[in-house]
Structure formats: structure tokens, C-alpha cells
């Protein structure tokens, strides 16, 4: 293979999956590869895959189906990441045009085969340090040791493993004077970060925050996604209401809200402790924005089951809530289980869901309306009548999983801005400008 001289990266997946990109990316140059936008352009291609689900890994074969259909000669092809470890040799069986395979985590591995000397490079690959827009990802930790039956991450990513405090803090410090105005904090269980550094269980993540606050200081906005409902604990929840730039927003992916089904699938089932903290969440910060996510049709889901967790959706009201269908997947404990809910009916419950959730989503949306709230502007537009609006987001949206906010005005995109809010639909907001 000749030495490559470009490079163009294709990342597929979760905002994890980004982070690894752009920890590769830094490697790649700082090893004096230049990239570029069209792959036909590149020496080397590279697809960084995702394996969580079946739409994913079936997402990620086509992307490498089509960019192998058109390699052309002298082209290096590299696919990796999740798909790769769970399917390196299916993946080079179906597409021999495919170079080289590698799996998780093996960035250093990729770029030393693209003739990069990555011993010279200092990196950190826990974070990323290209900050686009107003916010970035800060990755704490990766892997996981929970026993979920539905879930392969501990197959693809291995155990837990904390990325230690003092590197996450200069990672922290480094995105903030490359431009970034919110940090989101995110892993496989952000909750869990310490617990294989020796700390006791659900008890680092609040002490994190502490240092992570005071580094970047009261203007940067941390935001936590990925917590495991069982590790929710006063403590942090205390942590959370104290700290002036930690928002109120959280993301605790329940998956379900019958205890049978949770039982199944290995997950914390005590529905009333569940209650207990997101009240415990609501009286320390009456303000809070909650996220959730869940399963229709997991392995012996019933009809009763179902409507259980339809009910615990509307007593609880979530501000965002996904759902979705129960994916079959190999190396897990659910995939030879009996009662294998049908497809259709998988479908049927999950727009079931979604049509109740679109009536909780716009009623918690409407009780913003008439306040005034700082915003993180992303983008620029016109409105019909080629008004200038702003689009962005405030503590209540989370990038790239809730809605936007839409103002008249002007501003610059990356700044902070005074937004009044004047109306809300069923997941987006519209308001005016106030200053910038």
C-alpha cells in the first residue's frame, strides 16, 4: 500500500461513535493526513460502524456495501467499531473489497497502518476536541458491567472503564477554550463512572461534577445523559440542584415500566423506588427536563405489560421519551427466549407509544411558554415572510435527541442569547430574541 496522503472518515451511530471519529481523526492529522469530503477524493476510506441494534448493523453493512461498489483502484477500505467486533469476518466475506477490519477501540492500530507515527501525537480519546457548534462531547467512561439481557454493548465494548478525573478535567478546559459553551457528558452509564477506579457504587459521578463545574467555570453548561436509574442517587441528585451550571435536564433510559418485563430483561424493576427518585428530582429542582427511552415488544411482553408501562408513561410525564421496538440480537441473554413478541404487533405498540407521548410532549412544552430562557444558537434562517430567526437550544433540548428552539432576532451562531418563549408545539418552541 502506498503511503496514504488523504482520508475520508464516515461515523455511523451514537454521539459515542463521534467521539471515537474525532479521537481518530486527531491522529490521523497529526500524522499529516489532510481529509476530504468526497470519498472517490480519498487515499483512504474509513467507516466507523455501529453494531447497537439490527437497523444499525444492517445501516452500517449498506454504507459499506455502497462505498465498496464504488473503491476505486489504489483506494484503501478500513471498516471498524462495533458492527466490525460482533461481525469483522462476515463483514470481509460480504464485501471482499474491503481492505482491513478491525474492532473497538483500535484507532491507534488504524491509523498506524496509514503509516502515522501515533506515538509522537499526544491525544486524549476520551473526549473530542473539535468543537462544532456551541456544545461537545466529553466521553467518561467506556464499556459497561450491567447484565441487560436485551443489550450487546458488554459484547462489543467490554467492561467498564472510567476515564480518570484529572485528564477529563484538562479534556473539560481544552474544549472550552476551543469555543465549546455546554459539555455533554456521555458513556454507555455515566452513573457508574468511578466504580472500577475503586470508588463505591453510584457514589463518583457527583464529585465529578464538582471538579468539572469549578474547571470550566459557572458560563459552560454540563449536561448528563445516560443515567442508570438504579445509581440516581440523593447525593447526586443534591449535587445536580447546587451547582449553577449543571442543567436541569436528565436522561434516564428506563426501557420499561412493568416490573415483569424489567425482571426479564435484567433490569432495576422496583417501579416505586423509580417514582420515588424522579420525585426526589422534581423537589430539588421543580425545573427539570426529563428524558427517557423504551422497549415495546421485548421477549414475553403482554398486552397487560404493555399498558403497564403506558400508564407509568402518562403518571410520570416525561418532557422527551423514545420508544423503540425490541431488536433480536445475538450474544445477548434474550435471544433464545420464548415468546418472541411478533414484529407487527412490536410496530403497533411502539406507535401506540408515540401517540400518547406526542400528547405529554406538547403539554410539558407549553408550560415554557411566556418564560424567558438563555439559548445556545446552532443556526440561522428566515421565516416565510424572510424574517431573520435563530435556531438552537436551551437547557430543555439536548443535541441531536430533543427538539430545537426557533426565534426571531438575530445573533451569532455559537453564542449564548436571551430568548422569550411565545409558543410551543408538539417537541419544538418558538419565541423572539431579547438580546445577543
Not at 146 to 153: G, K, S, Y
Not at 184 to 208: F, I, K, M, N, R
Not at 265 to 274: D, G, T, W
Not at 283 to 310: N, Q, Y
Request: glycine share 8%; hydrophobic share 40%.
Amino acid at each position: 500500500m502506498a503511503v496514504p496522503k488523504t482520508y475520508h472518515l464516515v461515523t455511523l451511530g451514537c454521539p459515542k461513535n463521534d467521539v471515537d471519529s474525532e479521537h481518530l481523526e486527531r491522529l490521523l492529522t497529526g500524522g499529516e493526513l489532510l481529509p476530504v469530503l468526497q470519498p472517490g477524493d480519498a487515499d483512504a476510506i474509513i467507516v466507523n460502524t455501529c453494531g447497537f441494534i439490527e437497523q444499525s448493523q444492517e445501516q452500517s453493512m449498506e454504507a459499506v456495501r455502497t462505498l465498496a461498489a464504488a473503491k476505486r483502484e489504489g483506494q484503501t477500505l478500513i471498516v471498524a467499531g462495533c458492527m466490525t467486533q460482533l461481525y469483522g469476518r462476515q463483514v470481509k466475506e460480504e464485501s471482499p473489497a474491503v481492505d482491513h477490519v478491525f474492532g473497538v477501540g483500535q484507532w491507534q492500530d488504524v491509523a498506524r497502518l496509514l503509516s502515522v507515527d501515533v506515538d509522537a501525537i499526544f491525544d486524549i480519546p476520551e473526549s473530542n476536541a473539535k468543537v462544532s457548534g456551541p456544545s461537545a462531547y466529553l466521553k467518561i467512561s467506556d464499556g459497561c458491567d450491567a447484565p441487560c439481557t436485551f443489550c450487546v454493548i458488554p459484547k462489543i465494548k467490554g467492561r467498564l472503564r472510567s476515564a480518570p478525573a484529572g485528564m477529563l478535567v484538562k479534556e473539560a478546559q481544552r474544549l472550552v477554550a476551543a469555543g465549546a459553551k455546554e459539555l455533554v457528558l456521555v458513556a454507555q452509564d455515566s452513573t457508574a463512572w468511578g466504580e472500577d477506579l475503586g470508588l463505591p457504587v453510584a457514589s463518583g459521578l457527583s464529585g465529578l461534577l464538582e471538579m468539572l463545574s469549578e474547571a470550566v467555570g459557572e458560563e459552560v453548561w454540563l449536561r448528563l445523559m445516560y443515567a442508570y436509574p438504579s445509581r440516581v442517587s440523593s447525593k447526586l441528585i443534591e449535587t445536580m440542584a447546587q451547582l449553577p451550571n449543571v442543567v436541569h435536564y436528565l436522561d434516564v433510559p428506563l426501557q420499561h415500566g412493568s416490573e415483569a418485563t424489567l425482571r426479564r430483561m435484567k433490569r432495576p424493576h422496583n417501579v416505586a423506588k423509580v417514582h420515588a427518585f424522579i420525585a426526589e428530582l422534581r423537589a430539588a429542582m421543580p425545573d427539570i427536563v426529563l428524558r427517557t427511552s423504551f422497549i415495546a415488544g421485548f421477549p414475553g411482553e403482554t398486552e397487560a405489560e404493555f399498558k403497564e408501562l403506558l400508564d407509568f408513561a402518562r403518571t410520570v410525564n416525561f418532557d422527551h421519551a423514545g420508544c423503540f421496538t425490541y431488536s433480536l440480537q445475538q450474544w445477548t441473554g434474550a435471544f433464545e427466549m420464548a415468546d418472541q413478541v411478533a414484529d407487527e404487533v412490536k410496530h403497533e405498540r411502539r406507535d401506540r407509544f408515540m401517540r400518547q407521548q406526542q400528547k405529554i410532549a406538547a403539554k410539558r412544552a407549553r408550560r415554557f411558554v411566556g418564560k424567558t430562557l438563555p439559548m445556545l444558537v446552532e443556526g440561522l434562517g428566515e421565516d416565510e415572510d424572510g424574517n431573520p430567526v435563530v435556531a438552537g437550544r436551551t437547557y430543555r433540548e439536548a443535541p441531536e435527541v430533543d427538539g430545537l428552539v426557533f426565534a426571531t432576532g438575530t445573533a451569532q451562531p455559537g453564542s449564548r442569547i436571551l430568548v422569550r418563549i411565545d409558543e410551543a408545539a408538539d417537541y419544538d418552541l418558538f419565541g423572539t430574541v431579547l438580546s445577543s
